[in-house]
T-cell receptor, first 115, second 114 residues
């Protein structure tokens, strides 16, 4: 089975708190890509990051960081010092090298950052 | 990344009618896709729009309901045919500029059927 699970449906934090969004995936393929997208209330889908299955290095981009662990099939996303503008639905997604680019999305986590 | 223009941004349609959504990219791209996002739900791939040939549909989606055209490497259309209230969704096109590059999305079309 090929599947992405985002167990957290909604998260609410207060501004400046750190927050981690969980993503667990299932696949038997050895070559795949993992993604995070942000969907703010305006509705557009914004690409945040892509990792391939051979690169387990964690990545940091400003207040965003990603932790990829193949041993637990997880690709978690942490926002440090959250801001109100981070309020959005965040989607984790999976694609495969030999499947023509099809993205399999998780159900999304709605993050609400309150002032 | 490519600039993706999707039109219309939103529409309210009558039951039984059809609507064609356009996706225009400012540069040639290898792959174009159409996704559906039902209210409060995640995104589901409808089909891959193939340039010069019939689209490749995912399970549960058929050409008669969602005809797709892709006449060149920068443009595609999705038609939602014989609409019913269950078709009320956001429809998004996405593009891949090169093999195994990240997909980038248009702003989506919010469709409501009365």
């Amino acid at each position: 089975a090929q599947k992405v699970t985002q167990a957290q449906t909604e998260i609410s934090v207060v501004e400046k708190e750190d927050v981690t969004l969980d993503c667990v995936y299932e696949t038997r393929d050895t070559t795949y890509y993992l993604f995070w997208y942000k969907q703010p209330p305006s509705g557009e889908l914004v690409f945040l990051i892509r990792r391939n299955s051979f690169d387990e290095q964690n990545e940091i981009s400003g207040r965003y960081s990603w932790n990829f662990q193949k041993s637990t099939s997880s690709f978690n996303f942490t926002i440090t010092a959250s801001q109100v503008v981070d309020s959005a639905v965040y989607f984790c997604a999976l694609s495969f090298y030999n499947q023509g680019g099809k993205l399999i999305f998780g159900q999304g986590t709605e993050l609400s950052v309150k002032p | 990344s490519a600039v993706i223009s999707q039109k219309p941004s939103r529409d309210i349609c009558q039951r039984g009618t059809s609507l064609t959504i356009q996706c225009q990219v400012d540069s040639q791209v290898t792959m174009m896709f159409w996704y559906r996002q039902q209210p409060g739900q995640s995104l589901t791939l409808i089909a891959t729009a193939n340039q010069g040939s019939e689209a490749t549909y995912e399970s549960g989606f058929v050409i008669d309901k969602f005809p797709i055209s892709r006449p060149n490497l920068t443009f595609s259309t999705l038609t939602v045919s014989n609409m019913s209230p269950e078709d009320s969704s956001i429809y998004l096109c996405s593009v891949e500029q090169g093999a195994n590059q990240p997909q980038h999305f248009g702003d989506g079309t919010r469709l409501s059927i009365l």
